[in-house]
């Protein structure tokens, strides 16, 4: 009689994160203890039912005399290919200790097209059996669905993302009449008339930033600045300086862009990126040289990262400074001095060659010392 495996996956972990389960988990008492430990902590859970729809299948099974055994395994909270990786583990741990020959699959449905190939590779399935609780399973597996989009970073941003940017988009073209109508005529009712749009626009900027986690990350970001503050880290000097360059920029800027009197917009726009161009660059620099610094100092390794960047900064910042120049002039805002322009331009291209060029050559060093050693431990 060929032996069968009864398998559940939390490719999440919620056994373990939740009810503190050790996986993986092998046999009848482990799984039962595993699935009264998450029910205590989260009876609302879809894992909770879906291990004991796989007790249920494994009485029956053992109440028709069959060779049969029941296992719980789990992945990680970064769901992706850690936790998937973790799952092949303890995929393979159970593997030999029941030796089955075949295996029944027992999920929520929700995350079978990720967790059936992995399962299939290393044992035959010959069932997958998925559970959904009674009162609403369409319901429940599309918020179930939802909620693991959310949890997952890359699934996140390719939904969300996209959504946020093509409405802010749009509510950006239907926001700019009433906008303009206001600064001709100073009436706040073309403003009360689209607060919908208005709105539009607020609920795309939440979901872009939500997408990529901008609220977290200055949190963290502050957070982190604030305990080197309190632990006299000197990297925190050049946060402080960037800061304070990043503000003198757009104060800069805009002291620029207000001076002249009855010039289009457009002109104001560009007077604002030049002036304050090369400041706001300069910040980005020096930010960027205190993470040098502190990795410098953890770890005693200069960071290549570093020179190339500040490299593709100045590259970034030669060829916008040229193609500000280039274009005030085809607008004809104002006469720019074209052998300026080129050796912006020059400039721009060759710092940007030069980043490439590092890059490339540390690669190669690195690839060089990789086979040197590999060819040291062959000879050995």
């Known amino acids: 009689m060929k032996r069968t495996l009864i398998l559940i996956v939390d490719r999440d972990d919620d056994f373990g994160v939740k009810a503190g389960v050790e996986t993986p988990a092998v046999g009848l008492e ?89 399962i299939t590779s290393r044992v035959k399935v010959d069932s997958v ?4 609780v009674k009162q609403a399973p369409g319901l429940e597996g599309a918020f179930y669905v939802l909620t693991r989009i959310l949890r997952d970073n890359d699934k996140r941003k ?14 950006l073209v239907l926001m700019l009449p009433p906008i303009m109508n206001f600064r001709d005529t100073g009436s706040l009712s073309y403003i009360y008339n689209s607060t919908g749009i208005f709105v539009g626009f607020t609920i795309g900027l939440i979901l872009f930033l939500y997408a990529y986690r901008v609220g977290e990350w200055i949190v963290n970001y502050v957070k982190h600045t604030l305990d080197n503050v309190r632990s006299g880290d000197p990297t925190v000097i050049f946060t402080i300086v960037a800061l304070a360059l990043l503000f003198i920029g757009v104060i800069i800027g805009l002291s620029a862009a207000r001076s002249p009197v009855d010039i289009p917009n457009g002109y104001r726009i560009l007077i604002f990126i030049s002036n304050s161009l090369w400041v706001l660059a300069f910040a980005y620099i020096c930010n960027d040289f205190g993470k ?55 400039a721009g291209f060759m710092f940007a060659a030069a980043a490439g060029m590092t890059r490339i050559s540390y690669k190669r060093f690195i690839n060089s010392q990789k086979n040197t050693a590999e060819r040291s431990d062959a000879l050995q």
Do not use: W
Request: overall charge negative; proline content about 2%.
């Open 158 to 171: 390719r939904l969300l993302a996209p959504i946020g940017i093509i409405l802010m988009a749009i509510t």
């Open 30 to 118: 482990a799984v039962s203890l595993a699935a009264a430990a998450l029910g205590a902590a989260d009876p609302e859970d879809s894992d909770v039912n879906t291990a004991y729809a796989a007790i249920k299948i494994y009485n029956d099974m053992k109440a028709e005399n069959r060779d049969v055994e029941v296992a719980l395994i789990c992945g990680d909270t970064k769901v992706g290919h850690r936790s998937d990786l973790r799952i092949v583990d303890e995929l393979e741990a159970v593997i030999n200790e029941v030796a089955p020959e075949r295996a029944i699959l027992v999920s929520d449905g929700a995350e079978d097209e990720y967790v059936y190939p992995i």
């Open 129 to 132: 059996k998925k559970v959904y």
């Open 292 to 346: 040098f610094l502190e990795r410098y100092l953890e770890d005693k390794k200069i960071i290549l990262g570093f020179m190339v960047g500040t490299m593709m900064i100045f590259a970034a910042a030669f060829i916008l400074q040229g193609a500000l120049d280039a274009l005030t002039a085809a607008m004809d805002y104002k006469m720019a001095d074209r052998n300026m322009m080129i050796v912006e331009f020059v």
